[in-house]
């Protein structure tokens, strides 16, 4: 592949799409959402083009990149969305509106200070 096409060498971008697999990898792992397994499977099909020297499959390649990206949006605000949060265990739309980790003041009652005023 004539390297004008990508302006980076061959193994930064092998390192690179690497840490793309693990990183989206993980986060499917942690979250359990399609969108996040389909960007970890496109973002290193970006290493097919050295392949071969095929425009036509160059071209396949960007298309089927298009349309995973795209894919991975339509997917992250629909059937994701109603995916429960593994840190809160609820759906997003009934999560609390504090911040997770933290929680409303709880109220300290001593009745032992009480009668000594």
Do not use: N
């Amino acid at each position: 592949m004539d390297s004008s096409f990508f302006p980076i060498p061959l193994h930064v971008h092998i390192i690179l799409a690497l840490l793309a697999v693990l990183v989206f990898g993980m986060q499917f792992i942690r979250y359990h959402k399609i969108c996040y397994l389909v960007l970890g499977i496109a973002l290193p099909c970006t290493l097919l083009p050295y392949l071969t020297d095929s425009q036509t499959f160059f071209y396949g390649i960007g298309v089927f990149e298009l349309a995973a990206l795209l894919l991975a949006f339509i997917l992250s605000k629909t059937v994701d969305r109603q995916k429960v949060s593994p840190v809160t265990g609820k759906l997003p739309e009934q999560a609390e509106e504090a911040p997770v980790g933290e929680e409303a003041p709880a109220e300290e009652e001593s009745p032992a200070e009480d009668e000594e005023a």
